[in-house]
């Protein structure tokens, strides 16, 4: 399923954080796969129904503002996953995504122009 990853479980063996900006809905469409809102439905609403999240994934009156805005049509990542110093004694890899104006979460903008803006508005998932 698109858009499901280890949410950096495993960060200082892999980074797939970047997997749905290098599988975008504008790479399927560039590469014959899929129509646009068909990337964007396996990317959104499918993971949140299949994770039973119920108020994501769907821009609707009601539900949560997730939101992000990407000023390129070109999918793929800014740079390789390279070692970062997040966790130094760890061990990190971190991986930055070119072509993004803002991230909205919950409605409050969280990233803008590849920069946190020190907003925490969400809250992390925990299996029940």
């Not at 997997?19 to 439905?41: D, H, K, N, Y």
Request: hydrophobic share 35%; glycine share 14%.
């Amino acid at each position: 399923m698109m858009g499901l990853a280890d949410a950096g479980a495993h960060v200082g063996q892999i980074l797939d954080a970047s997997q749905p900006r290098s599988s975008s809905p504008t790479g399927w469409r560039e590469r014959g796969l899929v129509p646009v809102a068909e990337g964007i439905r396996r990317l959104t609403s499918e993971p949140a129904a299949f994770m039973g999240i119920a108020d994501r994934g769907v821009v609707a009156p009601g539900m949560k503002a997730d939101l992000t805005c990407s000023t390129s049509m070109r999918s793929g990542c800014g740079s390789r996953p390279s070692p970062g110093t997040s966790r130094p004694k760890a061990g990190r890899f971190v991986q930055r995504a070119d072509g993004y104006a803002w991230t909205l979460v919950n409605g409050e903008v969280l990233m803008e122009a590849g920069e946190h803006t020190g907003t925490l508005p969400g809250r992390p998932l925990v299996a029940t």
